[in-house]
């Protein structure tokens, strides 16, 4: 379920609710005369959105699972070695 505020409530709890929004990975649409017009979001999630919509990082990602389908991979001691 979406979790939804209205602006006029909003403008009275700006600081709770932007509390309950940064912790924990997550949004709040808030409503203006019960239509959508803006998001509160967590900026981890806000972070992962601009990510991506990035076209660089969708291209690493399919490359990677490229690599990944093709064999391409190193485990843990490949890269790291033994550490003593």
């Known amino acids: 379920m979406i979790n939804t505020i209205d602006f006029t409530t909003l403008r009275n709890h700006l600081s709770d609710v932007l509390k309950e929004v940064s912790g ?30 990035s076209k660089d990082y969708l291209k690493s990602i399919k490359e990677a699972r490229g690599d990944y389908k093709n064999g391409r991979v190193y485990t843990h001691g490949d890269v790291f070695g033994k550490i003593e």
């Open 24 to 53: 924990k990975k997550d949004f709040i649409l808030v409503t203006r005369r019960q239509k959508p017009e803006s998001a509160l979001v967590n900026l981890d999630f806000f972070e992962d959105l601009l990510a991506m919509a």
